[in-house]
């Protein structure tokens, strides 16, 4: 049973026709100037649809154990989009200049036989992602978003949460494909890992990530946002209703407990 309500009526098929609403303005998203940082904030616009794509691909798979890699992505690709698109030009040149380093450093190390990429001059160091976070939450406030009050709590929940649990070589990725019987003190390996989701939660957050970068991006192109805010109110309402509703149950917890 999936862990949103109303998710098969209408949330999922929202999320459906967010994707491909985005995908057909994707084409107009066009600039004479680069390193702009809107075109570069487009770009990012395309690597996230393209991660909710893959996150959704997965949940249908039927596959909750592994949905979480691709948010994680998704997030990290959302965080540097935002931050391009609020902070602007000087995010650009950073990233810019990241670049260049990055490619250099690994043509270097796989001995590749290819021309360096040019390097941009006088750039400063870019932010790592916890940093690129904060920035990004910070100027939601100032832009009178509160959301972004919650984005260092949201970095802690999906980033490093799905590092620990679904990306990097720790026993937490691998701890639930084991069988455990107690009574017979045997321990058997299983196809599946067991979740306590099916996913469905992980999808509603991508998606919501998805609708916030594409209206920083389409303003920045002057595009319409009515369609878009159409299409992402019974998201947003519906993520709400669940953090209002785990909030209440955490509170009634921690009164229980004190009690």
């Not at 570069?40 to 909710?52: I, N, S």
């Not at 798979?61 to 935002?82: H, I, K, N, Q």
């Amino acid at each position: 049973m999936t862990e949103v309500p109303d998710w098969d009526n209408k949330i999922h098929p929202t999320i459906k026709a967010l994707i491909q609403f985005v995908d057909d303005r994707l084409p107009t998203l066009t600039s004479t100037e680069f390193p702009h940082p809107r075109v570069m904030a487009a770009a990012y616009l395309a690597r996230v649809r393209r991660l909710v794509m893959a996150t959704e691909a997965l949940y249908e798979a039927g596959m909750s154990d592994v949905v979480g890699v691709p948010l994680r992505v998704c997030f990290e690709a959302w965080v540097t989009g935002m931050w391009v698109v609020l902070v602007g030009q000087d995010a650009a040149d950073r990233l810019n200049a990241d670049y260049a380093i990055r490619i250099n450093h690994f043509v270097e190390r796989a001995r590749l036989d290819v021309e360096p990429v040019p390097g941009t001059e006088g750039a400063d160091q870019l932010p790592n992602v916890w940093q690129r976070t904060d920035a990004v939450g910070k100027a939601l406030v100032v832009a009178g978003d509160e959301a972004g009050s919650e984005l260092l709590w949201a970095y802690a929940l999906v980033y490093t949460g799905e590092s620990t649990t679904s990306i990097h070589a720790g026993f937490p990725t691998a701890v639930g494909y084991i069988n455990f019987d107690d009574e017979d003190r045997w321990a058997g390996v299983q196809s599946d890992r067991q979740d306590n989701s099916d996913g469905s939660g992980k999808l509603l957050c991508a998606a919501i990530l998805l609708t916030m970068l594409a209206r920083r991006v389409f303003a920045e192109f002057n595009i319409g946002l009515d369609e878009l805010d159409e299409l992402a109110t019974p998201i947003h309402l519906m993520a709400t209703t669940l953090n209002e509703e785990q909030a209440a149950q955490v509170a009634t917890e921690s009164a229980d407990e004190a009690s």
